[in-house]
DNA sequence: CCTCGATGAGACATTCATGTCTCACATGGT
DNA sequence: ACCATGTGAGACATGAATGTCTCATCGAGG
């Protein structure tokens, strides 16, 4: 039998479907059904034997971004070492979820009213605590609220990754550019 | 008669309209004509007497856009002051625009190889020259290239748009927290 | 008062993405 | 060799948004 059970685990076909999707829907947020059932290599028919519909399959690249995204949050370990040090890591491990999480937020924005994964709001909890432990101990702004940074984090990776995609910036500066704007902005520190 | 001529002006029926729009499709940019019909007060017959369609109401949008940022260009100024006063005038003067800008970032991201309009270019030519007049003047760091400076002005300024929209951030914060993180960033520096 | 122009409402055709279904085919397991 | 399951291709219905058209109405200007 080719297929396993249901679960914590999905099917491989099942995994490279939706790897592919978010690929793809990370360029072009609109693309069609047929569209990415090609980008997959399967047919249409089949990618809707996999996902119910356009809602199901957004559903689940929504699970797999969040789940991707909390692995990087895992992997980062917000709590050791210095704040600057764990923000290097955290946006080190988003790198390779930076084109999904994009596309994902874009279109959160679209549900305006209608509530959200219930993942999104575990994951903003965690960078935002994060920011204010940074605060205080004294190693962030405290004029700039956890909540405007949780942003401007999502805000720059996606403008990051979608930079790089546009090739206007070069992606081996991915990490650099964002840690370095997050952490120091844009001015010239006199000490430097 | 109640038109005048079309040309630099326009009519101010056609502005109302435009302006009505702008701020829709700001908030929910998958706003049908209809509702785009009925948030300007008109019929959607009418609406499409002013704009022959979805694109070309889409390009007048842009069009306005480009000409509200290139007078926030202008009024700011760039090129009296320091680099800080000038980016500060920068957002304050992009400030009301902000939300349109916002949509028609990412409007612009889903025309892929397709050209964008001129009007863009000389924009973000304007603003990259601006990060690049700061390096020089050893205010701006030059780890950071002007060409991701500038994405980075833009991103932020759609996060910043639209959390405030979200109402995740005051709106009253919106200059200060844009200026600040792109200036100094979320580390905070000892001589403070 | 009358006329012309713009409007709103609605009918209508068209296009496009979606979702469902059928059928022939191939591949893998028995 | 046989059978079953998954698949691709295509036909088909559906719904939604778009664009076009007509017609009755309203209002301003002559």
Redesign the pocket.
């Known amino acids: 039998m080719?297929?396993m059970v249901y679960g914590r685990l999905m099917t491989l076909?099942r995994e490279q479907v939706l790897r592919s999707a978010a690929a793809l829907l990370s360029r072009k947020s609109t693309a069609?059904?047929?569209e990415v059932a090609r980008a997959a290599?399967?047919?249409?028919?089949?990618l809707?034997?996999?996902f119910?519909?356009?809602?199901a399959l957004v559903k689940a690249l929504e699970s797999l971004g969040i789940q991707e995204f909390e692995a990087a949050l895992d992997a980062a370990r917000l709590d050791e070492g210095t704040s600057e040090e764990a923000l290097r890591r955290l946006i080190a491990a988003v790198e390779p979820s930076a084109g999904l999480m994009s596309f994902l937020v874009n279109e959160n924005q679209l549900f305006e009213g209608d509530e959200v994964d219930e993942g999104w709001n575990r994951a903003d909890a965690r960078v935002s605590a994060f920011f204010r432990r940074g605060q205080e101990r004294g190693e962030f702004r405290i004029d700039l609220t956890p909540a405007w940074l949780t942003e401007a984090l999502y805000g720059l990776v996606g403008t990051a990754a979608w930079s790089v995609q546009a090739g206007r910036v070069a992606a081996q500066d991915f990490q650099h550019m964002i840690v370095e704007l997050l952490l120091g902005g844009a001015r010239r520190s006199v000490e430097q």
Chains 1, 2 share one sequence.
């Open positions: 080719s297929h076909d069609t059904m047929d290599g399967i047919g249409r028919a089949t809707h034997r996999h119910a519909g356009r809602d």
